[in-house]
């Protein structure tokens, strides 16, 4: 008796074993995307994050991905309604997107992407690079630094640069902060230009081109969603732009150095699978950053310019 027990305890623990993989395989993880608003930068590092998680987990992953239009409002609402879904993962894209996740939840895991500063996003001082909370990600920031010096290079007879940014985002206002300073240095005067949402871009940029030689516009979402708007104005006056990143390059701009938002979005994945499937801690994950920086140019507006770029340069789309 006893030895048929030992035999029936056995064949109970090998079938446990074998249906715990199978059941584990059949795990679908439903991840929310809650993204700022449409312009290419954030359209790419949510392509690269959908792709590649998709790749890591095949049909193990459910992806409902939202667009708030670049209303704020519309990230609460699609967090709260991702969060009542019951996600197991939140991917938001821009720092109101981050904002509005931490505010909806203290459970469900949040990494953001295409966030410049993390420790101004979530308001947390002394910051370590580690929040300590239910929120990781990946960062956009590009070296500041180099992109002062990035002004310097095509422009070294300007005397004032305009700084022009959307007021309402706080990463907007620390690039912003921090570039001045880098200007300074370099013997630059600054003046600041912000304007408070979409509505009166044109007119600030119109303002900025009158006392500015150079304009320097950080990552900023507003200003991505309106390079045309801003192009209607610095091209007839003749006043260049120096952008934070791609996009706003491709748009308005005449140079950035920038990162691959789609690699960003990669990355990002790559930290959601930890999470998902390793069962990484996110609380302790540190925010991961761009590896490589590209200086580009955008080769129709610099010939409007008269700009010649030195060598080094990748002409944006080639």
Request: overall charge negative.
């Amino acid at each position: 008796m006893k030895k048929l027990l030992a035999i029936l305890t056995v064949m109970v623990l090998c079938l446990s074993m074998m249906i715990a993989p199978a059941m584990a395989e059949e795990k679908v993880y439903k991840i929310g995307i809650c993204q700022l608003v449409q312009h290419p930068a954030l359209d790419a590092a949510t392509l690269g994050f959908t792709e590649t998680l998709k790749a890591l987990l095949g049909d193990q992953v459910e992806i409902n991905e939202q667009n708030a239009s670049g209303e704020i409002s519309n990230c609460i609402t699609i967090v709260n309604a991702l969060v009542a879904d019951d996600v197991d993962l939140i991917m938001a894209n821009a720092t109101p997107a981050v904002q509005a996740a931490f505010a909806a939840t203290e459970d469900i895991p949040i990494l953001g992407t295409s966030v410049t500063d993390y420790g101004t996003a979530l308001e947390i001082e002394n910051w370590t690079g580690v929040s300590g909370y239910n929120v990781s990600g990946t960062s956009d920031l590009a070296p500041l630094d180099g992109q002062a010096q990035m002004i310097k290079e095509l422009f070294p007879e300007a005397k004032t640069i305009g700084l022009l940014y959307c007021s309402s985002e706080p990463n907007s206002i620390y690039q912003v902060e921090v570039v001045k300073g880098y200007l300074a240095d370099m013997g630059y005067a600054t003046e600041e230009f912000a304007f408070t949402d979409s509505n009166d871009v044109y007119a600030v940029a119109m303002s900025a081109c009158v006392k500015s030689d150079v304009i320097y516009i950080p990552t900023d979402n507003t200003a991505a969603s309106c390079t045309e708007a801003i192009r209607n104005v610095v091209e007839p006056e003749g006043v260049p732009v120096v952008a934070g990143e791609e996009g706003l390059c491709a748009g308005c701009g005449v140079a950035t150095l920038s990162i691959s938002y789609y690699d960003l979005g990669c990355q990002t994945a790559k930290m959601a699978y930890e999470i998902l499937v390793n069962d990484a801690n996110i609380a302790e994950m540190p925010i991961e950053f761009a590896p490589n920086f590209t200086k580009k140019y955008n080769k129709e507006l610099c010939e409007i310019f008269g700009i010649s770029i030195p060598e080094g340069y990748v002409a944006i789309g080639e």
